[in-house]
């Protein structure tokens, strides 16, 4: 969220002097913004080893499988999306619109929303299938894959590289990944044996 929050709305257009003017403007906020991206990453990789072994020990060592893999995925796509972005800020005033202009493509088209559709989707049928946390939110996930899939095809068959529905599924993936992480939390506690 931090990250998002200080990625502020963007530059007004796609040209690669705005791109580069908004850069440049915003070079300690959109800095601190991928520093927060590479610890929310980092921090998913332990929640996701954390995962996988409770979905293999329900016998549902396919979802388990497909889980590991598409959160390493996920993960790796974001670190390559998270270097795309750095670079784009470090080349914001060196005063070459062509390295501008295709960052800032590489950045938005690196293909994170995929990875998400199949994280949301493994997840939200290993909810269904083991009762992790509410079998509602399984469902919400599934439509919310769904709604990521049509923004993976937007994305590749788009003009720009990141449409005004961006912001849209980058706050539904954000409230159902806390949803998700509040029943997972809940959950626990509920299963946690006194202390004697």
């Known amino acids: 969220m931090l990250h998002r929050l200080l ?3 963007g530059p007004d257009s796609a ?88 960052l800032d493509q590489l950045q938005g088209r690196i293909p994170v929303v995929w990875t998400i559709t199949a994280l949301v989707a493994v997840l939200s049928l290993a909810i269904q299938r083991t009762s992790l946390v509410w079998r509602r939110l399984g469902s919400v996930g599934l ?5 990521f899939l049509l923004g993976s095809v937007f994305s590749v068959l788009g003009r720009t590289p990141e449409g005004s529905s961006y912001l849209v599924g980058v706050g539904l993936f954000i409230g159902w990944m806390l949803l998700l992480s509040a029943g997972l939390w809940r959950s626990a506690a509920g299963s946690t044996p006194p202390r004697p």
């Open 7 to 9: 990625q502020g709305t």
């Open 15 to 102: 040209t690669a002097a705005a791109v580069a003017a908004y850069n440049l403007a915003h070079r300690s906020p959109l800095l601190v913004s991928e520093v927060a991206l590479g610890l929310a990453l980092l921090a998913f990789i332990p929640f996701l080893a954390a995962l996988v072994p409770v979905i293999w020990r329900a016998r549902q060592e396919p979802l388990a499988v497909a889980l590991a893999i598409s959160g390493g995925v996920f993960v790796a796509m974001g670190f390559v999306s998270n270097a795309a972005e750095t670079a784009l800020i470090g080349v914001a005033d060196s005063n070459q619109p062509a390295a501008v202009l295709a």
């Open 143 to 147: 439509v919310a894959a769904a709604i």
